[in-house]
């Protein structure tokens, strides 16, 4: 199975802030990843796909770029709403679909 | 409007058996890959299970020959059925539509998820 790791595993920032979260893929997955958005309590909710691709009615404030085994997502003016843990996905091979272990961002 | 509506979760003895289902309303479970994807508490995801549209199913290692997933088409339901429970298998489980779009290769995500499911496996 293919490993996904994640950098930072948590960190604080402020309202405003530009913010990027690293995940690594175990080997190379082309563009076949994906970003969730998870608050507590509550179901993740897809943000990209295809490492780049912004789910219809994310805001445009979220970016995603990379491919192969380096991806990274951004938030270019971090909101009260996107406090939260974010999680990348590979589907480049499977069974199994893995995630990885999750970079939380609370405020400073 | 897309819906998922997970049910049956609860407090089960370690060996006992569970069946979740989770309702489905706006789109057509049979038509679709779905997916369950467990959280551990306090734990990060982790892909469960897999129907496919043509009805293959997949499942993740640690679960391999003790959960069936499964689907009743005339109730655009989807089930997991889970057996020989152990303690490391207590999560909240969601259910998940697992959309493909084919553009510049065969893209798949998880769109649209339930609210989740307790299961608590504990003595």
């Known amino acids: 199975a293919i490993r996904m790791t994640q950098s930072p595993s948590s960190f604080s920032a402020s309202t405003g802030d530009r913010v990027t979260i690293t995940c690594r893929a175990s080997?190379?997955?082309?563009?076949?990843l994906a970003w969730y958005q998870q608050k507590p309590g509550k179901a993740p909710k897809l943000l990209i796909y295809?490492?780049?691709t912004l789910q219809s009615g994310v805001p445009s404030r979220f970016s995603g770029s990379g491919s192969g085994t380096d991806f990274t997502l951004t938030i270019s003016c971090l909101q009260s709403e996107d406090f939260a843990t974010y999680y990348c996905?590979?589907?480049?091979?499977?069974?199994?679909?893995?995630f990885g272990p999750g970079t939380k961002v609370d405020i400073k | 409007e897309v819906q998922l509506v997970e049910s049956g979760g609860g407090l089960v003895q370690p060996g006992g058996s569970l069946r979740l289902s989770c309702a489905a309303s706006?789109?057509?479970?049979?038509?679709?890959?779905m997916s369950w994807v467990r959280q551990a508490p306090g734990k990060g995801l982790e892909w469960v299970s897999v129907?496919?549209?043509?009805?293959?199913?997949y499942y993740a290692d640690s679960v391999k020959g003790r959960f069936t997933i499964s689907r009743d088409n005339s109730k655009n339901t989807l089930y997991l059925q889970m057996n020989s429970l152990r303690a490391e298998d207590t999560a909240v489980y969601y259910c998940?539509?697992?959309?493909?779009?084919?553009?510049?290769?065969?893209?798949?995500?998880?769109?649209?998820w339930g609210q989740g499911t307790l299961v608590t496996v504990s003595s």
């Open positions: 706006g789109f057509t479970v049979s038509s679709n890959y």
């Open positions: 080997q190379g997955i082309s563009s076949y």
């Open positions: 295809a490492a780049s």
């Open positions: 129907i496919y549209s043509g009805g293959s199913t």
């Open positions: 996905q590979q589907y480049y091979s499977y069974p199994p679909i893995t």
């Open positions: 998940a539509r697992d959309s493909i779009t084919m553009v510049r290769g065969t893209h798949r995500y998880f769109d649209y």
